[in-house]
C-alpha cells in the first residue's frame, strides 16, 4: 500500500515549456487534490476532483489543467509555464466527506526559469 | 476565499511542556476543521479533526479546542517531544463543502531538548 504517488519529485522547467505532474493513489479513494505550497505559505488548492469523471476550480486554477483518468489517477498539466508557477506542488486524496482523513503524497518540487 | 489565519510563526518550547497553537477562521459557516503536521521535505499529514458541533475532541497527546464565539481553533500537544518538530496548519472545510480546504500559512514548532 503505497498511498499517494507523485511524479516528478523535482523538476526544472523554462519559462513558457509544459509539464505533466502525474499522481495516482492506491486507496480506492472518490476524491483527488491538487495543492501549491508557495515557501512560508498554506496549501492553496488549484483543482480537484470529487469523482471519477469530475473535476473543479479551486482557489487558484489559472495556468493549470486537470485530467482525472480514473478513478486511482489525478494529473496536473502546466501548458506554458512561468516563473509565478514555482512551487511545491502536492497530490492528496481521500473518501469524500468529513471524518475522512486526506493522504497527502510527498511532494513535487517544481522551478520554471 | 476563506480567511484562516494562524497568530503565532514560530512558537519554542521545551521538551516536556505542553504546546498550544492557535488559529482563527472567518466564516461562522464553517462546519468542518482539520489540523495538519507537516516535516520538512514532506506533505502533511492529518493529525486530528474537529466538527463544528463539538467543542473539544482528543487525540493521542493532542487535544483540539473550537470556540465558535470567537472563531478560534486551537491545538494543544501535551508532553511535546523532539519529534513533534514541525510547521502545524489549520484547514477549513468550505461549508457544505467537504472537498474544498482552505489552509493557514502554518506554525512552526521547534521543540528544545
Known amino acids: 500500500n503505497a498511498g499517494v504517488t507523485q511524479t516528478p519529485k523535482f523538476q526544472v522547467l523554462k519559462t513558457g515549456q509544459s509539464m505533466t505532474l502525474q499522481c495516482a493513489q492506491d486507496?480506492?479513494?472518490?476524491?483527488m487534490y491538487w495543492y501549491r505550497q508557495d515557501p512560508g505559505m498554506g496549501l492553496r488548492l488549484i483543482y480537484y476532483?470529487?469523482?471519477?469523471?469530475?473535476?473543479d476550480k479551486g482557489e487558484v486554477p489559472n495556468g493549470y489543467n486537470v485530467s482525472r483518468l480514473n478513478k486511482r489517477e489525478f494529473s496536473l498539466r502546466l501548458e506554458s509555464a512561468a516563473p509565478s508557477q514555482t512551487s511545491v506542488y502536492f497530490c492528496?486524496?481521500?473518501?469524500?466527506?468529513?471524518?475522512?482523513?486526506?493522504?497527502f503524497g510527498e511532494g513535487s518540487w517544481l522551478t520554471v526559469v | 476565499g476563506e480567511s484562516v489565519g494562524l497568530h503565532l510563526p514560530t512558537l519554542s518550547v521545551q521538551e516536556g511542556d505542553n504546546s498550544i497553537i492557535n488559529c482563527a477562521y472567518s466564516?461562522?459557516?464553517?462546519?468542518?476543521f482539520i489540523w495538519y503536521k507537516q516535516e520538512s521535505g514532506k506533505g502533511p499529514q492529518f493529525i486530528i479533526d474537529i466538527r463544528s458541533n463539538m467543542d473539544k475532541r482528543q487525540g493521542q497527546r493532542v487535544t483540539v479546542l473550537l470556540n465558535k464565539t470567537v472563531k478560534h481553533l486551537s491545538l494543544q500537544i501535551a508532553a511535546t517531544q523532539p519529534g513533534d518538530s514541525a510547521v502545524y496548519f489549520c484547514?477549513?472545510?468550505?461549508?457544505?463543502?467537504?472537498?474544498?480546504?482552505?489552509f493557514g500559512s502554518g506554525t512552526k514548532l521547534n521543540v528544545k531538548p
Open positions: 476532483s470529487a469523482s471519477e469523471g469530475t473535476t
Open positions: 466564516n461562522s459557516a464553517s462546519d468542518y
Open positions: 486507496m480506492n479513494h472518490n476524491s
Open positions: 492528496a486524496s481521500t473518501r469524500t466527506g468529513a471524518g475522512n482523513t486526506i493522504y
Open positions: 484547514a477549513e472545510a468550505e461549508p457544505y463543502n467537504f472537498n474544498k480546504f482552505y
